[in-house]
């Protein structure tokens, strides 16, 4: 098997649901031997979160937890709770997402782990941060996203309010923190000493509002919601054709005027109201009606088609089956399958350490023998 990135790196993985397990899910791709506590009876909150299931648990659950080992300890347990001290102090790296303090009343915290292990990694999970005022609070994806603003700007402009359709906040903290393990990693490697890396969904929600906060921040304007249409770019949004939905990203001038070619509209690249992006963006309702009355006569696939071949990046709305179908179809190869479990690959493609499908994700406890025994043995590789 080819050397990865992480080989040889351990991760005590003390967090559940999806941001922590998304960001050690990256680094058991990346090569690191990740050992997932779990607490007994129900383990991560995900195994019970369905339907769907399958044979093996819940699909979110397996979503999340691949290249891990399952080791269950019940961290009020005063026995379970040395073994857990014993892993922190071997591990390269900890994860916990507790809410604020709580691993510090277990003896878990950083400060008491890093009196065993001035080298580790301890990257924190929380909803709001670790201030007086914050520590306290609890949080999903759900309601930091109605929090942070990111709702207020998701949906049709005189409709609700409206999530993503996916835990996009969560998300994106797994990202963050795996991006700032990682970092600490190579400071420590620099400096020989690890550190504290906090990462709250709060923080990334506010980062995710991108140009939004950008616009807000510099003129004092709140922005509202749009729905497909990009607040700032104009055309960049859905119209419909003969038989459903178009995506054209029209990013330029010289793109528009390709597009307006195309459409056998080449007058409209010349149209005042048109000329310029903030032009187009002023009188967008004007250029929604001019577009999709020329994209009426033909389906969303054939413009699609015939849009790319002019230089126009258009595409039509495909459902999730229809999006796995088109990326197998571009030799993207999305899928991995471990053991019986089909789950998305990783998106990272590094040409001398590629990530790897070693295991599938574990069953409640899976790995309990054998990790027990190391933690009670030796500290040599487990």
Request: proline share 7%; aromatic share 6%.
């Amino acid at each position: 098997m080819p050397q990865t990135a992480l080989d040889g790196l351990l991760v005590a993985d003390f967090t559940r649901v999806l941001a922590g397990p998304l960001c050690s899910q990256n680094l058991g791709d990346l090569g690191a031997d990740v050992i997932k506590v779990e607490r007994p009876g129900t383990g991560d909150d995900t195994r019970q979160w369905g339907p769907p299931f399958v044979e093996e648990g819940s699909t979110y659950y397996l979503g999340l937890n691949r290249n891990k080992r399952s080791l269950v300890l019940d961290l009020r347990d005063p026995g379970d709770q040395t073994l857990a001290l014993e892993l922190c102090a071997r591990a390269d790296v900890v994860l916990e997402s507790f809410r604020p303090g709580t691993m510090d009343r277990l003896g878990l915290g950083y400060d008491a782990v890093r009196e065993l292990n001035p080298g580790v990694v301890y990257t924190s999970i929380s909803a709001f941060g670790s201030g007086p005022r914050t520590r306290e609070l609890p949080g999903y994806d759900l309601l930091v996203g109605a929090m942070c603003g990111y709702m207020s700007i998701t949906g049709e402009p005189d409709g609700r309010a409206l999530k993503p359709g996916t835990a996009l906040i969560d998300m994106l903290t797994g990202l963050y923190a795996t991006i700032g393990t990682l970092a600490a990693l190579e400071a420590r490697g620099n400096a020989g000493t690890g550190q504290l890396v906090e990462v709250s969904l709060m923080d990334t929600g506010l980062a995710a509002l991108l140009g939004l906060a950008s616009s807000f921040l510099n003129t004092g304007e709140v922005p509202h919601r749009s729905g497909n249409r990009h607040p700032s770019i104009a055309p960049y949004e859905t119209f419909a054709a003969a038989d459903g939905d178009l995506a054209i990203a029209g990013g330029n001038d010289a793109i528009f005027g390709r597009l307006c070619a195309e459409l056998g509209r080449p007058e409209l690249a010349r149209d005042p109201r048109f000329t310029t992006n903030a032009a187009r963006v002023e009188h967008r309702d004007a250029l929604a009606a001019e577009l999709e009355a020329a994209l009426a006569p033909r389906p969303a696939a054939e413009w699609a088609e015939r849009l790319n071949a002019a230089g126009v990046p258009a595409g039509p709305v495909n459902d999730v089956g229809e999006a796995f179908a088109l990326a197998e179809a571009l030799g993207i190869e999305p899928v991995l399958e471990l053991d019986g479990v089909r789950t998305t690959r990783s998106p990272l493609r590094l040409g001398a350490t590629p990530t790897r499908g070693l295991r599938r994700p574990p069953r409640l406890g899976e790995h309990d023998a054998e990790l027990r025994a190391w933690l009670t043995g030796p500290a040599s590789a487990p």
